[in-house]
């Protein structure tokens, strides 16, 4: 187990406000070899937990002695460091088993939003886009907010593809989910897709419930990640775990990449049985909105609304010149905007 042995050791962490040494003790706890062991105790673990809260109280205790330090953090402590620094001071096992149980271990018990590039890395900071931000899709932001909470309260849900044209706000919609409480969201990187199932089998551990982020999808059939998506979309026979909703956006309405044209009749059942297995993948998205592209008025009322107020004659003319070459969406709307705050 990493310990910092120094307060410079000290000065990489995120801690929260209150005694430094204790935090990042607390902190080592949840990042200790046996945390995710501990979801799932036997009596031997919880000794092994045991001894290593005992040896560790007592390193903490020295520490406080030769380094004693004031606040070095800004922000409130998480529920999870109370509970391991708690846990720590007791010397109790059992107490830190319920910790990590309740928050799961680091990373996932003090973040809500990861970026998986093959190894799970925590987003201390994101954007997080306002409630606001989209015009002009109202049922579609509907219905994939409808579908999110139930699968938050923990009711049946469906994996859900937004597809459409570029800039029509596809990810923003995704991503606006992080404001419902609850809600946490791992992006998967495409080069990541071959290593998912180590992924899921992580969080099919945890108590949190997760949204599986695929943003910008366009798979090549003939490669190897558009199969483990497909097995990983109900084809396999584990299937994604009942704690995670894959959420993915297209421009691609198949989310394949063309590959060739489609067969004439009478051709050879080879071509379209490989038809149908691009196809099959969408189908596998339970619920798919889509994002149709901006008409020209839609676009103004977009540069209005992300102005606050309605656009003079000047402006309209000015905002449509900037589109000429973009074409209307809501991206450029907003780009357009910001040229004049």
């Known amino acids: 187990m990493r310990l910092p042995k120094t307060p410079l050791d000290l000065l990489d962490l995120d801690l929260p406000r209150g005694e430094p040494?204790?935090?990042?003790?607390?902190?080592?706890?949840?990042?200790?070899?046996?945390?995710?062991?501990a979801l799932r105790p036997t009596p031997g673990l919880l000794q092994l937990i045991r001894q290593d809260l005992e040896a560790l109280s007592l390193e903490l205790e020295g520490r406080r002695r030769?380094?004693?330090?004031?606040?070095?953090?800004?922000?409130?402590?998480?529920?999870?460091e109370e509970g391991a620094l708690a846990a720590l001071l007791t010397r109790n096992p059992e107490a830190l088993v319920r910790v990590l149980q309740a928050h799961g271990p680091y990373p996932f018990a003090l973040y809500r939003a990861f970026?998986?590039?093959?190894?799970?890395?925590?987003?201390?900071?994101?954007?997080?886009?306002?409630?606001?931000?989209?015009?002009?899709?109202?049922?579609?932001?509907?219905?994939?907010?409808?579908?999110?909470?139930?699968?938050l309260s923990g009711k049946p849900a469906l994996h859900t593809l937004l597809y459409g044209a570029r800039g029509t706000g596809k990810s923003t919609a995704a991503?606006?989910?992080?404001?419902?409480?609850?809600?946490?969201?791992v992006e998967v990187e495409p080069k990541a897709l071959a290593h998912l199932e180590n992924l899921l089998e992580r969080l099919a551990l945890l108590p949190h419930r997760f949204f599986l982020f695929?943003?910008?999808?366009?798979?090549?059939?003939?490669?190897?990640?558009?199969?483990?998506?497909?097995?990983?979309?109900?084809g396999s026979l584990e299937g994604p775990p009942e704690n995670v909703l894959l959420l993915a956006t297209s421009n691609r309405r198949?989310?394949?990449?063309?590959?060739?044209?489609?067969?004439?009749?009478?051709?050879?059942p080879t071509a379209w049985d490989e038809l149908?297995?691009?196809?099959?993948?969408?189908?596998?998205?339970?619920?798919?909105?889509?994002?149709?592209?901006?008409?020209?008025?839609?676009?103004?009322?977009?540069v209005a609304h992300h102005?606050?107020?309605?656009?003079?004659?000047?402006?309209?003319?000015?905002?449509?010149?900037?589109?000429?070459?973009?074409?209307?969406?809501?991206?450029?709307?907003?780009q357009f905007a910001r040229s004049l705050l």
């Not at 040494?21 to 062991?37: D, E, N, T």
């Not at 991503?175 to 969201?185: N, P, V």
């Not at 989310?255 to 009478?266: C, F």
């Not at 102005?307 to 907003?334: C, D, H, I, N, Y």
């Open 21 to 37: 040494w204790g935090y990042a003790f607390a902190q080592s706890l949840l990042k200790a070899p046996w945390a995710w062991r």
């Open 66 to 80: 030769e380094y004693p330090l004031a606040d070095l953090g800004e922000r409130p402590p998480h529920p999870a």
């Open 115 to 151: 970026r998986f590039a093959g190894e799970v890395r925590p987003l201390g900071s994101y954007r997080l886009p306002r409630e606001d931000e989209l015009l002009g899709y109202e049922e579609q932001l509907k219905a994939l907010r409808a579908n999110a909470l139930r699968f």
């Open 175 to 185: 991503k606006s989910l992080l404001h419902l409480r609850e809600a946490r969201m």
């Open 214 to 234: 695929l943003d910008d999808l366009s798979l090549n059939p003939k490669e190897e990640a558009f199969h483990h998506l497909k097995a990983l979309l109900e």
């Open 254 to 268: 198949h989310l394949v990449r063309q590959t060739g044209e489609n067969p004439l009749p009478g051709a050879d």
């Open 276 to 302: 149908q297995d691009t196809l099959a993948l969408s189908e596998r998205f339970g619920l798919v909105l889509t994002f149709p592209p901006f008409d020209k008025t839609l676009y103004l009322k977009a």
């Open 307 to 334: 102005l606050g107020r309605s656009l003079t004659p000047e402006e309209e003319r000015e905002a449509l010149r900037f589109a000429l070459q973009k074409g209307f969406s809501g991206r450029v709307a907003r």
